[in-house]
């Protein structure tokens, strides 16, 4: 299994601006994975975090908005960009190891936007 | 596009008993489906997987089947405990990168 952390854990943030989350991982992992979470609905995958190149983006989903980046295997950032209200969410990070077949969570990034 | 669903409203359980949840996906059958277990304000957990041909794979008090005709698989706690009150998953395997597709979840309430 993985142990993930994410940062922050909560934010409170203005409209019009920007939050970087931080996802560690405790090992090297093959997969990483940015989701979205609203209250009672389910997980919408935003983009795969590509170690060492662009990010694959889900339909609906851009990188102006949402740039990722994923410098090695353990570690990965999801920027919200120019923020409002629709952006409130759970943000999930995951990692699988190939073959696998599991997907380990972070704890969330709870984000209310003002 | 592949479509899952679990039933949205909560299901209530008195201890001891046996509870079931449902998920029910709309097109292709996938190569596995699986279930996670997600607690208030945390990532979800996995709970166990299930291939597309098997009919049953068991885990202590949980036991998962995969009806690819009915396109359904069911989710089993027997000798259910309050502590089994969560919110439950299931995923299936999307074909492709390692991506799951995502059910809302059922809420289950275990009452003592």
């Known amino acids: 299994s993985a142990v993930i952390s994410q940062k922050p854990s909560r934010d409170i943030c203005q409209r019009g601006t920007s939050l970087t989350i931080q996802c560690q991982v405790d090992s090297q992992v093959t997969m990483m994975f940015w989701y979205r979470q609203q209250p009672g609905q389910s997980l919408t995958l935003i983009a795969t975090?590509?170690?060492?190149?662009?990010?694959?983006?889900e339909s609906g989903f851009v990188i102006d908005k949402f740039p990722i980046s994923r410098p090695n295997l353990t570690f990965s950032t999801l920027t919200v960009s120019n923020m409002s209200p629709e952006d409130s969410s759970i943000y999930l990070c995951s990692v699988e190891q190939a073959y696998q077949e599991t997907q380990y969570f972070g704890p969330g990034t709870r984000l209310l936007v003002l | 596009s592949q479509k899952i669903e679990q039933n949205s409203e909560a299901l209530n359980i008195q201890e001891g008993k046996t509870a079931t949840l449902t998920c029910n996906y709309t097109n292709y059958s996938p190569a596995y489906l699986q279930w996670y277990r997600q607690d208030p304000g945390r990532g979800p957990v996995f709970l166990l997987l299930?291939?597309?041909n098997e009919k049953e794979k068991r885990k202590e008090r949980l036991k998962v089947t995969f009806d690819t005709t009915l396109k359904q698989s069911l989710f089993h706690i027997t000798a259910s405990q309050p502590a089994d009150s969560a919110t439950y998953l299931c995923a299936l395997y999307r074909d492709s990168n390692y991506q799951l597709i995502w059910g809302a979840g059922t809420k289950l309430i275990i009452k003592p």
């Open positions: 299930i291939r597309e």
């Open positions: 975090a590509n170690q060492g190149s662009e990010a694959t983006y």
